[in-house]
């Protein structure tokens, strides 16, 4: 069994930055898709960011220009950082590791960021 352990939340003021990691529990699990997925109070679930193992990567247009995502295979741990956050960034954020052989997705328990003056 995989588990996702996720860190780096908490409450920062617009204009401000956090950096998320997420770790996965089993050396040598190389998921080929890693990311992140956010939901905000009464919304649905929604894409982030997410990188797969070639480099490759893709954002959600309302974060792009402002965070960036990478992975390091090494350490099993993909990073979010994000620059000039604003309020509507508040949201719990879920990681994701997805994988192709077999098709499935594994998701951490979720970190809270909020946004606010």
């Known amino acids: 069994q995989v588990q996702l352990v996720e860190s780096g939340g908490g409450l920062v003021e617009p204009g401000g930055s956090l950096r998320l990691s997420c770790t996965t529990s089993?050396?040598?699990?190389?998921?080929?898709?890693m990311g992140w997925y956010r939901q905000a109070p009464g919304k649905q679930r929604e894409l982030v960011a997410i990188?797969?193992?070639?480099?490759?990567?893709n954002y959600a247009d309302s974060v792009k220009g402002r965070f960036t995502i990478s992975r390091d295979d090494a350490k099993n741990t993909v990073y979010l950082q994000m620059n000039s956050l604003k309020p509507e960034d508040t949201a719990v954020y879920y990681c994701?590791?997805?994988?192709?052989?077999?098709?499935?997705?594994?998701w951490g328990k979720g970190t809270l960021v909020t946004v606010s003056s």
């Open positions: 089993r050396s040598g699990f190389s998921p080929y898709g």
């Open positions: 990188i797969f193992s070639g480099g490759s990567t």
């Open positions: 994701i590791c997805r994988t192709a052989i077999p098709p499935h997705d594994y």
